[in-house]
């Protein structure tokens, strides 16, 4: 029996999360009912189409990622819902929605190949649930992601449910990396991702309210931001607090030195009002917070995790919108 729970030692040797969000162009969301296997599409329920299609994928090496997700009532339902969500290029918010109900699981495969092709396909439904939030529960994968993951989605339901919030869907996910961050999500259309969840720094994420200093602990970063950026990018919010979240953003690297210990990076966001805003800083690697660890349960050799600390953080050029005064 394996005793070592990857999310535990994490949490003990005090591992800052910023960082760890992944950063994929598109994610394809696959409704399927529990169980699943280790490699989740391997599973029972999916269909040997489907699982040649996500295997020519990945072969292809395309920046996309395919998870299995699942509600309660998903062995229930006579349909299977497919989400796929789109990174949006330029200053965004995310990603754009594309929600289709399939009479059965066979179908996705075919769906996908012709969206992948450019094509419209059929079954596509306008849904009015702006928010789908993942939290890994595939324990197969990951046991620490069964040991936090699950409960944390029961409790999650019922704070969804007391908050009224019916804008808001919550799934079970297959396995999407971090789970040492255990209980770990996706805040779907935004792509953020928070590890380390309980049901305080959950409602706040929900809310957009609280303090704002929570997301030290639980805030693992932007997915349409490249790994060093999310860093930098929690310094905005710590310093515009949650206004933040209504901006549009896109970021860049413009230098690294050669052992990518120093970084040039450039964050630029539009606010609501249509003003732009662009700041550099230099990113340095943060000697006392990288690690040397296992980043999961079942890993044979420990891993280096570098992490970076913002440094002279300058605004390099602004654009104010006429009628900024107003906002």
Same mark, same amino acid.
């Given at each position: 029996m394996n005793k070592f729970f990857c999310s535990d030692y994490s949490r003990q040797i005090g591992e800052e999360i910023i960082g760890s969000a992944t950063n994929y162009q598109t994610y394809i969301l696959v409704?399927?009912?529990?169980?699943?296997?280790?490699?989740?599409?391997?599973?029972?329920?999916?269909?040997?189409?489907?699982? !040649?299609?996500?295997? +020519?994928?990945?072969?292809?090496k395309l920046p996309i990622r395919f998870l299995l997700i699942a509600n309660d009532d998903s062995h229930r339902v006579k349909e299977t819902t497919l989400l796929i969500y789109q990174k949006q290029e330029g200053l965004s918010h995310g990603?754009?929605?594309q929600e289709f109900k399939l009479p059965n699981i066979e179908q996705v495969a075919g769906v996908v190949r012709k969206w992948l092709s450019g094509g419209n396909p059929d079954f596509q439904v306008e849904n009015s649930v702006t928010r789908d939030i993942l939290i890994c529960t595939h324990g197969s994968h990951d046991q620490c992601c069964a040991r936090y993951g699950?409960?944390?989605?029961?409790?999650?339901?019922?704070?969804?449910?007391?908050?009224?919030f019916d804008h808001v869907r919550i799934w079970r996910s297959s396995h999407f990396g971090g789970h040492r961050f255990a209980p770990t999500a996706?805040?779907?259309? +935004?792509a953020r991702y928070y590890g380390v969840l309980d049901?305080?720094?959950?409602?706040? !994420?929900?809310?957009?309210?609280?303090?704002?200093? !929570?997301l030290h602990k639980v805030y693992r970063g932007w997915g349409i931001l490249p790994y060093v950026l999310q860093v930098l990018e929690r310094e905005m919010i710590f310093s515009q607090g949650w206004n933040w979240f209504n901006n549009k953003v896109a970021g860049?690297?413009? +230098?690294?030195?050669?052992?990518?210990?120093?970084?040039?990076?450039e964050l630029t966001?539009?606010?609501?009002?249509?003003?732009?805003y662009t700041y550099q800083a230099k990113l340095v690697k943060d000697a006392v917070k990288t690690r040397v660890l296992k980043s999961s349960c079942h890993a044979t050799q420990e891993s280096l995790v570098v992490?970076?600390?913002v440094d002279n953080l300058v605004l390099v050029d602004r654009k104010v919108a006429s009628y900024a005064n107003n906002y």
């Open positions: 409704e399927c009912p529990t169980p699943w296997m280790s490699e989740a599409f391997t599973s029972k329920w999916v269909p040997d189409n489907l699982r !040649i299609l996500v295997a +020519e994928v990945q072969h292809s990603y754009r929605k699950n409960p944390f989605y029961f409790h999650a339901k019922n704070t969804i449910s007391e908050l009224q996706i805040d779907l259309p +935004e049901q305080e720094s959950f409602r706040s !994420i929900l809310t957009r309210t609280g303090d704002i200093q !929570i860049k690297i413009l +230098e690294q030195s050669m052992d990518n210990n120093t970084m040039l990076a966001y539009e606010n609501p009002a249509g003003s732009v992490k970076y600390a």
